[in-house]
């Protein structure tokens, strides 16, 4: 099995918090870094298209915040979408992580990849979900699809649409329509309640998401570690 890692950061995110990723790094997986300064406009066009078309937008708080947190939504897509076929599984994680523990294939085969899922991720009951670590399953014959679902929100400004415009609401929405239309199956980690969630999960035994201003001190106070 065969399992790869990808982040984004940019060079003011990484001197601010994204070098503690990089310096605790563990995981024996091959680990890919979107930066947001060097080539990834060239890389992926589309998304210098969507923020010019949008950076006008008001921001009347992060939830309506669609063109900052559309770099990352870019970046996973493109990953997806330019897997290899021998990649089994896509962990794509956000650039406010602390490594403590590592982990390996078996942990992934225990813990976070089932067969018959699409992908995995940290549910939040009525909330939206954390997704600051998701997991796609690469030979699922649905992964591909849905990355260019999400890509297609943000090439046609439909996101816009939606009640709030953050990556997280936007994940979970296309979630749901491959849920309810395909039928899919994906798998839950999380405990269905606010909060910290990835903290209380299998996660948090291993690494810790410094979200928000977790990050000024680079630790969780809910971290189990």
């Not at 870019?74 to 403590?100: E, P, Q």
Request: hydrophobic letters at 30%; a positive charge.
């Amino acid at each position: 099995m065969k399992i790869q890692v990808v982040t984004s950061w940019n060079n003011k995110l990484f001197k601010k918090y994204a070098h503690r990723f990089q310096s605790t790094y563990n995981w024996p997986f091959d680990l890919i870094v979107y930066n947001e300064d060097d080539d990834m406009f060239d890389k992926i066009p589309d998304l210098k298209k969507f923020i010019e078309r949008n950076n006008h937008r008001e921001v009347e708080s992060f939830k309506k915040d669609g063109v900052r947190f559309s770099y990352k939504v870019y970046a996973y897509t493109h990953a997806i979408d330019n897997c290899s076929k021998d990649v089994d599984g896509l962990i794509c994680i956000d650039a406010d992580s602390v490594f403590y523990k590592s982990i390996d294939i078996d942990w992934i085969k225990k813990h976070i990849h089932k067969d018959d899922c699409m992908m995995s991720y940290l549910g939040r009951g009525s909330n939206y979900s954390e997704c600051g670590f998701l997991y796609f399953n690469m030979q699922h014959n649905q992964t591909r699809n849905y990355a260019r679902y999400m890509k297609k929100m943000y090439d046609y400004d439909e996101i816009y649409s939606l009640s709030e415009y953050h990556d997280s609401y936007v994940w979970d929405y296309v979630r749901k329509v491959f849920e309810q239309d395909m039928k899919v199956k994906n798998n839950n980690i999380g405990d269905n309640r606010p909060g910290h969630v990835q903290a209380r999960s299998i996660l948090g035994t291993v690494y810790d998401h410094t979200k928000g201003k977790r990050k000024l001190t680079g630790k969780s106070p809910e971290a189990k570690i």
